[in-house]
Protein backbone atom coordinates (compact mmCIF):
# COMPACT_ATOMS: atom_id res chain seq x y z
CA UNK A 1 0.00 0.00 0.00
CA UNK A 2 2.77 2.31 0.40
CA UNK A 3 2.77 3.16 -2.84
CA UNK A 4 -0.60 4.06 -4.10
CA UNK A 5 -1.53 7.39 -4.18
CA UNK A 6 -2.47 9.08 -0.50
CA UNK A 7 -5.31 11.55 -0.45
CA UNK A 8 -6.45 13.37 2.64
CA UNK A 9 -10.30 14.48 3.56
CA UNK A 10 -11.25 16.15 7.00
CA UNK A 11 -14.16 14.84 9.22
CA UNK A 12 -16.88 17.19 9.93
CA UNK A 13 -16.93 18.62 13.06
CA UNK A 14 -19.54 16.49 14.83
CA UNK A 15 -20.13 12.77 13.56
CA UNK A 16 -23.35 11.90 11.78
CA UNK A 17 -24.71 10.18 14.88
CA UNK A 18 -26.44 7.39 12.51
CA UNK A 19 -25.19 4.07 14.64
CA UNK A 20 -24.69 3.38 18.17
CA UNK A 21 -21.54 2.04 17.66
CA UNK A 22 -18.82 4.24 17.92
CA UNK A 23 -16.70 2.64 15.37
CA UNK A 24 -19.63 2.23 12.59
CA UNK A 25 -20.47 5.84 12.93
CA UNK A 26 -17.14 7.25 12.29
CA UNK A 27 -16.97 4.82 9.28
CA UNK A 28 -20.22 5.93 7.81
CA UNK A 29 -19.29 9.77 8.70
CA UNK A 30 -16.05 9.06 7.10
CA UNK A 31 -17.74 7.68 4.05
CA UNK A 32 -20.15 10.63 3.97
CA UNK A 33 -17.48 12.60 3.66
CA UNK A 34 -15.20 11.04 0.93
CA UNK A 35 -18.40 10.61 -1.40
CA UNK A 36 -18.91 14.77 -0.52
CA UNK A 37 -15.23 15.31 -1.11
CA UNK A 38 -13.85 12.78 -3.63
CA UNK A 39 -17.57 12.33 -5.51
CA UNK A 40 -19.67 15.81 -5.47
CA UNK A 41 -17.12 18.48 -5.65
CA UNK A 42 -15.14 16.62 -8.06
CA UNK A 43 -18.07 16.06 -10.53
CA UNK A 44 -20.01 13.34 -12.34
CA UNK A 45 -18.98 11.24 -14.93
CA UNK A 46 -15.42 10.03 -13.88
CA UNK A 47 -14.14 6.39 -13.23
CA UNK A 48 -14.78 4.46 -10.43
CA UNK A 49 -12.25 4.08 -7.26
CA UNK A 50 -10.99 1.49 -5.09
CA UNK A 51 -9.46 2.64 -1.95
CA UNK A 52 -9.13 1.58 1.27
CA UNK A 53 -9.10 4.06 4.72
CA UNK A 54 -7.54 5.23 7.23
CA UNK A 55 -8.88 6.47 10.18
CA UNK A 56 -5.97 7.18 13.28
CA UNK A 57 -8.80 7.20 15.98
CA UNK A 58 -12.34 7.91 16.55
CA UNK A 59 -11.15 11.64 18.02
CA UNK A 60 -9.37 12.11 14.54
CA UNK A 61 -10.45 14.80 12.09
CA UNK A 62 -8.44 13.86 8.89
CA UNK A 63 -9.19 10.56 7.21
CA UNK A 64 -6.25 9.10 4.48
CA UNK A 65 -7.46 7.66 1.38
CA UNK A 66 -4.97 5.00 -0.52
CA UNK A 67 -6.25 4.65 -4.22
CA UNK A 68 -5.91 1.56 -5.26
CA UNK A 69 -4.64 1.95 -8.92
CA UNK A 70 -6.83 0.80 -11.52
CA UNK A 71 -4.45 -1.70 -13.15
CA UNK A 72 -4.40 -3.36 -10.11
CA UNK A 73 -8.00 -4.22 -10.32
CA UNK A 74 -9.54 -3.71 -13.11
CA UNK A 75 -6.73 -3.63 -15.50
CA UNK A 76 -9.50 -5.39 -18.67
CA UNK A 77 -11.44 -2.09 -17.97
CA UNK A 78 -14.45 -4.23 -17.27
CA UNK A 79 -17.20 -3.29 -15.16
CA UNK A 80 -16.17 -2.47 -11.91
CA UNK A 81 -18.37 -4.47 -9.53
CA UNK A 82 -17.44 -7.97 -11.81
CA UNK A 83 -13.32 -6.46 -11.84
CA UNK A 84 -13.78 -6.35 -7.67
CA UNK A 85 -15.62 -9.66 -7.43
CA UNK A 86 -13.31 -11.18 -9.72
CA UNK A 87 -10.26 -9.88 -7.48
CA UNK A 88 -12.25 -11.46 -4.50
CA UNK A 89 -12.69 -14.54 -6.24
CA UNK A 90 -10.09 -16.40 -4.45
CA UNK A 91 -9.49 -14.97 -1.50
CA UNK A 92 -11.20 -16.49 1.55
CA UNK A 93 -13.89 -15.44 3.58
CA UNK A 94 -13.28 -14.03 6.95
CA UNK A 95 -13.59 -16.12 9.80
CA UNK A 96 -16.93 -16.22 12.09
CA UNK A 97 -16.67 -14.66 15.47
CA UNK A 98 -13.93 -12.08 13.88
CA UNK A 99 -12.30 -10.64 16.81
CA UNK A 100 -13.17 -7.04 16.94
CA UNK A 101 -10.27 -4.83 16.17
CA UNK A 102 -9.92 -0.78 16.45
CA UNK A 103 -9.08 1.51 13.51
CA UNK A 104 -5.79 2.64 14.87
CA UNK A 105 -4.83 -1.12 15.56
CA UNK A 106 -5.13 -1.99 11.91
CA UNK A 107 -3.34 -0.99 9.12
CA UNK A 108 -6.53 -0.02 7.96
CA UNK A 109 -9.96 0.87 8.92
CA UNK A 110 -11.86 -0.35 5.62
CA UNK A 111 -11.91 -0.53 2.26
CA UNK A 112 -14.78 1.03 -0.26
CA UNK A 113 -15.68 1.24 -4.22
CA UNK A 114 -17.07 4.83 -5.75
CA UNK A 115 -18.84 4.41 -9.09
CA UNK A 116 -21.55 5.90 -10.97
CA UNK A 117 -24.28 3.61 -12.52
CA UNK A 118 -27.90 3.65 -13.12
CA UNK A 119 -30.41 3.29 -10.60
CA UNK A 120 -34.54 3.09 -10.42
CA UNK A 121 -37.17 5.00 -8.03
CA UNK A 122 -37.33 2.92 -4.99
CA UNK A 123 -41.76 3.69 -4.70
CA UNK A 124 -42.21 1.64 -7.49
CA UNK A 125 -42.71 -2.09 -7.82
CA UNK A 126 -39.97 -4.02 -10.26
CA UNK A 127 -41.34 -4.34 -13.75
CA UNK A 128 -42.00 -7.99 -14.96
CA UNK A 129 -38.80 -7.74 -17.70
CA UNK A 130 -36.87 -6.51 -14.43
CA UNK A 131 -37.70 -9.52 -12.14
CA UNK A 132 -36.68 -12.01 -14.44
CA UNK A 133 -33.09 -10.11 -15.62
CA UNK A 134 -32.55 -9.45 -11.48
CA UNK A 135 -32.83 -13.10 -11.31
CA UNK A 136 -30.73 -13.85 -14.60
CA UNK A 137 -28.22 -11.20 -12.67
CA UNK A 138 -28.38 -8.90 -16.08
CA UNK A 139 -28.55 -5.16 -15.59
CA UNK A 140 -30.84 -3.24 -17.21
CA UNK A 141 -31.57 -0.18 -14.85
CA UNK A 142 -30.17 1.92 -17.74
CA UNK A 143 -33.24 0.86 -19.95
CA UNK A 144 -36.11 1.81 -18.01
CA UNK A 145 -37.57 5.43 -19.07
CA UNK A 146 -37.40 6.72 -15.39
CA UNK A 147 -33.92 5.43 -14.83
CA UNK A 148 -31.97 7.89 -12.21
CA UNK A 149 -27.78 8.40 -12.55
CA UNK A 150 -26.81 7.56 -8.86
CA UNK A 151 -23.25 7.22 -7.39
CA UNK A 152 -22.55 4.82 -4.84
CA UNK A 153 -20.23 4.07 -2.35
CA UNK A 154 -20.17 0.46 -0.93
CA UNK A 155 -17.95 0.33 1.94
CA UNK A 156 -16.63 -2.50 4.48
CA UNK A 157 -14.81 -1.93 8.18
CA UNK A 158 -12.73 -4.31 9.23
CA UNK A 159 -14.67 -5.31 11.67
CA UNK A 160 -17.19 -6.47 8.46
CA UNK A 161 -19.87 -4.10 9.07
CA UNK A 162 -21.31 -3.02 5.71
CA UNK A 163 -21.93 0.82 4.68
CA UNK A 164 -23.35 2.30 1.50
CA UNK A 165 -23.52 6.24 0.65
CA UNK A 166 -26.05 6.32 -2.34
CA UNK A 167 -26.50 9.74 -4.27
CA UNK A 168 -28.96 10.44 -6.77
CA UNK A 169 -27.86 13.21 -9.26
CA UNK A 170 -29.17 16.37 -7.69
CA UNK A 171 -30.25 15.17 -4.41
CA UNK A 172 -28.19 14.84 -1.13
CA UNK A 173 -26.75 11.76 0.25
CA UNK A 174 -27.69 9.20 2.29
CA UNK A 175 -26.23 6.72 4.64
CA UNK A 176 -26.89 3.28 5.10
CA UNK A 177 -25.45 0.34 6.87
CA UNK A 178 -27.02 -3.49 6.07
CA UNK A 179 -24.83 -4.11 9.92
CA UNK A 180 -26.75 -1.67 11.85
CA UNK A 181 -30.37 -3.74 13.77
CA UNK A 182 -33.21 -2.98 12.02
CA UNK A 183 -32.17 -1.13 8.94
CA UNK A 184 -33.37 -1.15 5.24
CA UNK A 185 -31.34 -4.61 4.05
CA UNK A 186 -33.36 -2.96 0.45
CA UNK A 187 -31.67 0.13 0.39
CA UNK A 188 -27.75 -1.39 0.29
CA UNK A 189 -28.47 -2.86 -3.03
CA UNK A 190 -26.62 -5.83 -3.99
CA UNK A 191 -24.54 -7.91 -1.66
CA UNK A 192 -21.56 -8.87 -4.54
CA UNK A 193 -19.75 -6.17 -3.83
CA UNK A 194 -19.55 -6.01 -0.26
CA UNK A 195 -18.83 -9.56 0.00
CA UNK A 196 -15.90 -8.70 -2.16
CA UNK A 197 -14.48 -5.72 -0.08
CA UNK A 198 -14.95 -7.87 3.01
CA UNK A 199 -12.59 -10.43 1.55
CA UNK A 200 -10.38 -7.94 0.42
CA UNK A 201 -10.52 -5.60 3.73
CA UNK A 202 -10.00 -8.72 5.85
CA UNK A 203 -6.79 -9.74 3.20
CA UNK A 204 -5.32 -6.50 4.10
CA UNK A 205 -6.21 -6.39 7.76
CA UNK A 206 -4.46 -9.62 8.08
CA UNK A 207 -1.23 -8.47 6.17
CA UNK A 208 -2.10 -10.45 3.18
CA UNK A 209 -1.87 -9.01 -0.50
CA UNK A 210 -5.11 -9.34 -2.58
CA UNK A 211 -3.49 -7.46 -5.49
Same mark, same amino acid.
Given at each position: ? &??????? +???? %??????? &????? $????????? @????????? #??????? *?????????????????? +???? %??? %??? @??????? !???????? $???????????????????????????????? /? *?? /???????? *???? +???????? =??????? #? +?? @?? &?? &???????????????? %?? /?? #?? $???? =????????? *??? !????????????
Amino acid at each position: M &QFWEKRT +VFMP %SKPLGLF &QDDLA $DAMATALHA @IEAREGERR #GWDRPAR *LFTVHLASLDSRSIELRM +VPTR %SWN %SRN @INPADAL !INVARNLP $DPPEGLRRREYADSPLAGAALMFEGWGRPNDR /E *LT /EYEQRAAE *LGLR +VNHLAPDR =TETRCVY #G +VD @IN &QQ &QFHVFRARGEEARVYS %SS /EP #GS $DASA =TGSGLIPHA *LNR !IAHALREGHRPF
